[in-house]
């Protein structure tokens, strides 16, 4: 397993009437969490696209749990759990800073071909720049 935290302040435009963190926008935030992920692995989604390779979701799943607030200072916990193949699977944990739970979540994205649609493995230098965290 591998995790990953990073840290997204709530803006302004992103509350609701409520003052609450919008619910939509927290896709946003684990898109955050999962291309920085990517990148301390020294893989950038630009450095996929511009190899061809591509990375829609196919599942995204969230359970509220409290909200977040207009300039909370947000921790997106993202976990790798399991070695990536044609799919790559993350978790995610928003908390606040006062260490409050906020939601949980998860997502399946797919290594697709840019060119054919199709779906591919992973590439090859990323799966062994994981290893060390996967081995038995």
């Not at 997204?8 to 619910?23: C, F, L, S």
């Not at 684990?30 to 992920?37: A, D, M, S």
């Not at 692995?41 to 196919?58: A, N």
């Not at 799919?87 to 606040?96: A, K």
Request: charged fraction near 30%.
């Amino acid at each position: 397993m591998f995790i990953h935290e990073s840290k997204i302040r709530v803006r302004y435009g992103e509350t609701d009437k409520m003052g609450y963190a919008y619910y939509g926008i927290y896709p946003q935030y684990y898109e955050v969490g999962r291309t920085e992920l990517i990148r301390n692995f020294g893989i950038s989604y630009k450095r996929l696209e511009d190899e061809g390779i591509m990375l829609p979701v196919l599942n995204l799943n969230i359970k509220y749990l409290k909200p977040a607030f207009y300039d909370d200072l947000l921790t997106i916990k993202t976990k790798l759990v399991k070695m990536p193949a044609v799919r790559i699977e993350f978790e995610y944990e928003v908390y606040n800073q006062n260490n409050e739970l906020l939601n949980i979540g998860y997502t399946t994205l797919v290594f697709i071909d840019a060119k054919t649609r199709k779906p591919q493995k992973a590439p090859q230098d990323f799966l062994e720049k994981l290893e060390i965290y996967f081995k038995k």
